[in-house]
Structures are given as structure tokens and as C-alpha cells.
């Protein structure tokens, strides 16, 4: 619903506070909205922290997982995302999603080429990707679609798709070099096949049929339980004496979660999208460091483990600065 310019979903307002009436939802309110959606994906990860400190996930199963989630639970979260009806709003909407998405991630991409120069060749890739690229999958879509409701999953799977197409060319370039480009890994990237999918569906009105489209729904409502899970497993694997202690992290968690989402906060203002389209956005820009910065370093050769450090370390300062972010962008969209 929507209450002095604020976007709020309707099952993430507390019954007190709806209560109250329209008038008397303050940005207070809001807020507590916002973090409560936020403390709610983190009670969620530690289910897979506890587990991983246990030993009952390990490694492999977290890997096996999220192979589930990237081949299997995207591509149908994305595709029912798309199982609209085709109305010139939002179409609209759509378009504005795409344009808005490619702008900041041309600028993310701009951004990335002048930070860390002073650091050493080894470190200076993977630190320069943490800081532009967010966790859009399995952050970004369970938190919009908690906090905004099912109608801003649009907005948050066309920047997923974005996200997709320039982490497998300029993100991979950036933590291994020109070399390590391949267009035939990002043409058959399950979030860029669904996407695809879910763009006929919604172009052409066509659908599965009733057991096919319901389990594909199925599976696409796993994505934020599971992606949860598997976050605070893979958190668990790491050494959080050396996360805490190392300060470049903080300079990086920093330019991820308060500078990315003010310069794209501002990049779009002059524009004057939807405001969902706008908030979403914002929100994608303050997710914590993608889990793909430590998967890519790894399968490259280089320091896997600092990257999982900045992800393990902008997960948890996100607590703070997500709900923040989310209100601020509120603030500016109802301006």
C-alpha cells in the first residue's frame, strides 16, 4: 500500500500500526517496517549459521545448494515475476526498469576502473568488484519482495538480468583479466534464460500449463528461505577474527553500502521514475557484496578468502545501513 508518498507492503505492516489509520503512519513506522523485513532475512541466515557452525553444512552441500538456487529457483522466480498482464503501466514500467538499471550499472562500471588504485595488482580486482556489485539474487529479490510486495518483482529481476550480463563480462574482466571474458557462459546464464522466458510470456500473453506454471511458482517461492540459509552457512565457513580485523573491508563495506546507494540514489532522482521503480533500485544498490566476488575469485586463481571476508562483512553491517537506505530512498521518491 501506499501512505503519504511511502511505499509499503501490506503484510509487512504490523496490524498495530495499521491500526492506527492512514494518516498516523509515520516514517517512524516505516522504518520499523523496513528493519523488521531486514531482521527477518537474518533470523533466516541464522538458521544456516547455526547449522554450518555445527557441521551439519558443509561446503559442498552449501555449493550443491546454490546451484539449486542459481540454475533452478532464479530462473522461475524470474519468470513468474513476468506473469502479468500486459498494460500500458506496466510496460512502462518495464522500460523504465531497464533504463534506469543499465544507466547505474554503465556508472557502477565507470566507478570500478578508478577505486583501489594503491592497491596491490593481486587484491585490487576482487575489491574493486565487491564494491559495484551487490547480492541482487540472493539478498536484493527476497528483500523487495518483503518489503514491497510482489508488484516491485519486476523492477528487481530486470536488474537482476542487468546484474548478470555485466558481472559475466566487466566483473569477471575485472577480478581475471580481458581472458577470463566468455559470452558463451553469459548466454547460457540461468538468470539470463529466464529472464528471456519471462519476457515472451509477458510479450505474448502465453502461459504454462496449470501443473507446469504451479510448480514453477513452487520452486520460485524457495528463493528466499533457501537463499537465506545458504548465506549465513557460507558466513559460517568464514574467519570472523580476520573479518573484523581487517580494515580495508570497512572501506569497501563502506563504498558498497552507503556510497553506491547515494550515488545511485541521486543518479536517478532528476528523472522522476515510479517511485517502486526508484526505491528498488536503491535497494538493489545497498544489498551487501554478491557472493559471486568470492565464487569468481576462486574459480580464477586468485584470494578467495578475502572475498569472502567483504561478503561475510557487508552482510552483517547491512543490518544497519539497508533500512536507512530503504527510507531515504522512500523519502525522495514521495518528494
Not at 3 to 16: K, S, T
Not at 159 to 175: D, K
Not at 222 to 227: E, F, R
Request: aromatic content about 8%; some cysteine; hydrophobic content about 55%.
Amino acid at each position: 500500500m501506499q501512505r503519504n508518498g511511502l511505499i509499503i507492503h501490506n503484510y509487512a505492516v504490523p496490524r498495530e500500526i495499521q491500526n492506527r489509520g492512514e494518516c498516523a503512519i509515520t516514517m517512524f513506522d516505516a522504518l520499523l517496517v523496513v528493519g523488521g523485513s531486514v531482521l527477518t532475512l537474518f533470523l533466516l541466515m541464522s538458521v544456516g549459521f547455526i547449522f554450518g557452525r555445527m557441521g551439519l553444512l558443509s561446503g559442498e552441500t552449501l555449493s550443491q545448494v546454490s546451484r539449486v538456487l542459481l540454475y533452478v529457483v532464479t530462473p522461475c522466480i524470474m519468470i513468474t515475476s513476468f506473469e502479468v498482464e500486459r498494460t500500458p503501466e506496466s510496460q512502462g514500467m518495464l522500460f523504465a526498469s531497464l533504463g534506469a538499471m543499465a544507466e547505474i550499472y554503465v556508472v557502477y562500471m565507470l566507478l570500478s576502473i578508478v577505486l583501489f588504485r594503491r592497491e596491490g595488482e593481486e587484491h585490487r580486482g576482487i575489491l574493486r568488484f565487491a564494491s559495484v556489485y551487490g547480492n541482487a539474487g540472493f539478498m536484493g529479490l527476497p528483500l523487495i519482495q518483503s518489503v514491497m510486495g510482489d508488484e516491485a518483482m519486476m523492477v528487481a529481476v530486470v536488474g537482476l538480468a542487468v546484474f548478470n550480463i555485466v558481472t559475466w563480462t566487466q566483473g569477471r574482466a575485472l577480478i581475471g583479466g580481458r581472458a577470463e571474458l566468455s559470452w558463451k557462459k553469459l548466454a547460457l546464464n540461468p538468470g539470463i534464460i529466464g529472464f528471456v522466458v519471462g519476457l515472451l510470456l509477458y510479450f505474448t500473453g502465453w502461459r504454462f500449463p496449470g501443473p507446469v506454471d504451479s510448480a514453477v511458482a513452487y520452486l520460485g517461492s524457495l528463493n528466499t528461505p533457501l537463499a537465506m540459509v545458504v548465506i549465513g552457512g557460507q558466513m559460517a565457513q568464514s574467519d570472523l577474527v580476520k573479518v573484523f580485523s581487517t580494515r580495508k573491508l570497512y572501506l569497501v563495506s563502506a563504498v558498497k553500502l552507503a556510497g553506491l546507494p547515494l550515488v545511485t540514489a541521486g543518479l536517478l532522482l532528476p528523472f522522476r521514475l515510479d517511485p517502486t521503480v526508484y526505491v528498488a533500485a536503491v535497494i538493489l544498490a545497498a544489498c551487501p557484496t554478491a557472493g559471486a566476488t568470492s565464487l569468481f575469485a576462486q574459480s580464477m586463481g586468485k584470494d578467495a578468502a578475502l572475498g569472502a571476508q567483504q561478503v561475510t562483512l557487508s552482510t552483517l553491517l547491512c543490518m544497519a545501513t539497508l533500512p536507512v537506505m530503504a527510507m531515504l530512498a522512500q523519502l525522495l521518491a514521495a518528494r
